[in-house]
């Protein structure tokens, strides 16, 4: 069984940053075969992608935080990381780890990212 665990998340003012990390364990997994993807949900919002990653290399961002944000992965640690960096208020929301292959989709239980003054 594959399992997912976010963590990194937290309170920050506007223009700080934070790391999220989604480290993933089960038998066989590898993070390269999979789409990794971090999503986040704000109240009241549907869930959105923000950042992806496959095969380590092919990466893709959500327009309203290109720029600002960097997702990457560490194959050997089974870990990917959504590095965040000027965050702002709009920011705020409940981010979960994705990870897609054909018919499997795995979800982390997801880590809330609050920024406010």
């Known amino acids: 069984q594959v399992q997912l665990v976010e963590s990194g998340g937290g309170l920050v003012q506007p223009g700080e940053s934070l790391r999220l990390s989604c480290t993933a364990s089960?038998?066989?997994?590898?993070?390269?075969?999979?789409?990794m993807g971090w999503y986040r949900q704000a109240p009241g919002k549907e869930r959105e992608l923000v950042a992806s990653?496959?095969?380590?290399?092919?990466?893709n961002y959500a327009d309203s935080v290109k720029g600002r944000f960097t997702i990457s992965g560490d194959n050997a640690k089974n870990t990917v990381y959504l590095q965040m960096n000027s965050l702002k208020p709009e920011d705020t929301a409940v981010y979960y780890c994705?990870?897609?292959?054909?018919?499997?989709?795995?979800w982390g239980q997801g880590t809330q990212v609050t920024v406010s003054s």
């Open positions: 990653i496959t095969s380590g290399i092919s990466t």
């Open positions: 994705n990870a897609a292959s054909g018919m499997r989709d795995y």
């Open positions: 089960g038998s066989a997994f590898s993070i390269f075969y999979y789409r």
